[in-house]
């Protein structure tokens, strides 16, 4: 037990420096037809904890909005508000992007891909999106140990389609991989009966090749039991295969242990993985850009708008630091009411509201957020400094990336030209991201390594600039010399004095000065933070500079006496307490004592006896 109780004291830490370089985790891709519930099992399985990239404290808030009715007749599903989920939809084909988590069903934990439908007309279609779509797909088949096929049960699976998708499946699985056919959306047993349909549709199932279907209701948690027996039984033979002997609870404990105790130290440098967001509007270049910056095809790309709508995080390893890359839906209307859809908005519209809350989920738990413009503009849109201007105020740092150099076809309006007006544009709206570090690039021609060199740099400068500390010392000498040179107006015919200033957290910078007045000029504070940004070089982030008003006492003056309290001070206090003896028995302390003491009060002067 005890050993047990260290594992869990260990938390997120361990488990992600140890899974990660585990060679026998299972990786289970969720394929299926479309709308067949394969984001909703998604959801299911993903694993909170470990999945803190779309992990937020505020969206408990979120989780009270009411599920409301939509033109259509449809609604969304209460899987949908699960906060940091895969984006559930009824409309089929809404996921596009493959997506990855750790998933957890009891205590198997597992990598979880969620991919997008494929049928038939996916696999034959000669449609750019189409292929792409189908490439991702077979990605997550591909790396796979176990695929879990999923099918609507209401539906069946004797039809073309599901031929074409069988056969694809078989001609492309490698060696090892297993394939087990699942009937979803099973809810109850009100299809359990003698001559169901239902019943003769998975019996149609098992012609498929794939044996005989799980039988589970994602959206309500049955038989998930079934799917964890089967992971387990690939995992063993995965060990098997690979020579891994299997420990026993106790030894594993003792091992993991083991690894962290010999680690703690040795990893202790390298702390979380540093998080970036990728933002911007619509067509601007964001997946073109992760995926020049990863050097693959991660993510879906072309020149249709709204084609992300999943946040998509890919784990990359660049120069030694382990970084989370994000990829985000491009946000096209960016209002603070996101999060409450009305009955009038139409159906098909319900996914991107919902793709633009993830990508804002995506900013809120980021370490850096990098704002992709397009440079076709020249300008800055009234909603991309909305943006920005909610990536301040959020409290991360922001870096901007002018995407798509190549359009600018006047040779006297270079891309260093367009990256200075950014720069005065945001100082005059914003002067918070006043000298926000601008990189002019061309994601769609310019080769993986330059842009990594051009924009990595500055976005761990960035970084190292929003989670230093700054010692108290330095703190002070920076205050000295402000107020000698520009000394702080008097208040209500007081001087005002700081008596110091420390620094009482990072990620965002907060500032706490000490002072005599409880309020100050608002202009006498812009000039403090304006001369804090300059000085330590703050730029493209939020400073919070937080003034707390503490009473001038004078610490050598002596100290009053406590006087007592009551009518008649201390002396009467004492008096008051030796009668209470003498007539009830006790001296009365707290709220009941008081209240059984003038009862008693009252009857004893029924009864002539007391007389105080």
């Known amino acids: 037990y005890e050993k047990r109780k260290m594992l869990r004291s260990f938390g997120n830490s361990i488990s992600r420096r140890f899974f990660s370089t585990k060679t026998d985790d299972v990786v289970v891709s969720i394929l299926g037809a479309p709308n067949a519930g394969k984001s909703t099992l998604f959801n299911r399985l993903m694993d909170k904890a470990k999945s803190r990239t779309y992990r937020l404290s505020s969206d408990k808030k979120s989780m ?57 007309y996916r696999i034959l279609s000669k449609d750019h999106l189409d292929k792409q779509i189908l490439r991702q797909t077979w990605e997550a088949a591909r790396k796979a140990d176990l695929i879990f096929l999923l099918m609507d049960a209401r539906i069946g699976v004797m039809s073309a389609d599901w031929m074409d998708t069988a056969q694809w499946l078989r001609r492309n699985a490698s060696k090892g991989q297993k394939v087990m056919l699942v009937a979803n959306k099973l809810e109850g047993d009100s299809w359990n009966y003698k001559g169901s349909p239902i019943l003769d549709t998975i019996l149609e199932a098992s012609r498929l090749g794939f044996g005989q279907p799980l039988l589970i209701s994602a959206i309500h948690g049955d038989g998930m039991a079934d799917l964890a027996l089967a992971i387990e039984e690939v995992k063993k033979e995965k060990q098997k295969r690979l020579g891994i002997q299997h420990l026993a609870d106790d030894e594993e404990v003792e091992s993991i242990a083991g690894i962290e105790k010999n680690e703690r130290y040795e990893n202790s440098h390298s702390g979380a993985p540093l998080k970036i967001a990728i933002l911007g509007r619509q067509n601007v270049g964001k997946s073109t850009l992760v995926n020049k910056l990863l050097g693959q095809e991660r993510v879906i790309s072309g020149p249709t708008p709204g084609l992300t709508r999943d946040a998509i995080e890919t784990e990359w390893n660049f120069d030694g630091k382990t970084i989370q890359l994000v990829d985000t839906a491009g946000i096209k209307k960016f209002t603070s009411g996101i999060n409450k859809l009305s009955p009038e908005d ?7 509201e919902w793709a633009v809350r993830d990508a804002l989920r995506a900013m809120k ?34 870096v901007v990336v002018a995407n798509k150099q190549d359009l600018l076809i006047d040779n006297e309006y270079s891309s260093q030209d367009f990256a200075n007006s950014v720069s005065e544009h945001l100082e005059t709206r914003l002067p918070m991201l006043r000298q926000t570090p601008v990189v002019a690039i061309s994601g769609l021609y310019q080769s993986t390594d330059e842009l990594q060199s051009r924009i990595m740099p500055v976005v761990l400068d960035a970084y190292q600039r929003w989670n230093r500390t700054i010692s108290t010392g330095t703190l002070n000498r920076w205050l000295k010399e402000v107020v000698l040179g520009h000394p702080p107006p008097h208040q209500e015919g007081r001087p005002t004095k700081f008596k110091y200033i420390l620094q009482t957290k990072g990620r965002p910078p ?69 009668q209470q003896l003498k007539s009830f028995g006790a001296i009365v302390k707290g709220r009941k004592m008081r209240s059984s003491l003038q009862k008693f009060k009252k009857q004893s002067r029924q009864k002539g006896i007391y007389k105080y």
């Open 64 to 120: 009270r909005i009411k599920r409301k009715h939509y033109t259509g007749g449809s609604k969304i599903s209460s899987q949908m508000l699960r906060a940091g989920g895969a984006i559930v939809s009824t409309i089929p084909g809404t996921t596009r992007d493959r997506r990855e988590c750790w998933g957890l069903i009891g205590s198997t934990s597992f990598r979880m891909v969620d991919t997008a439908g494929i049928d038939g």
């Open 346 to 352: 139409k159906e098909e519209d319900v996914p991107d």
């Open 365 to 398: 738990v980021a370490d850096v957020a990098v704002m992709v413009l397009d440079a076709a503009t020249t300008k800055l849109l009234r909603h991309e400094l909305s943006i920005m201007d909610a990536v301040v105020k959020e409290g991360r740092a922001l």
């Open 510 to 578: 907060t500032f706490i000065i000490f002072t005599n007045q409880p309020k100050l000029p608002e202009p006498y504070v812009r000039f403090l933070m304006r001369n804090f940004q300059d000085t330590f070089e703050y730029f493209g982030m939020e400073i919070r500079l937080i003034l707390k008003y503490s009473r001038e006492d004078n610490p050598f003056a002596p100290k009053k006496k406590r006087s007592g309290s009551g009518l008649g001070g201390s002396k009467a206090r004492k008096k008051r307490g030796i």
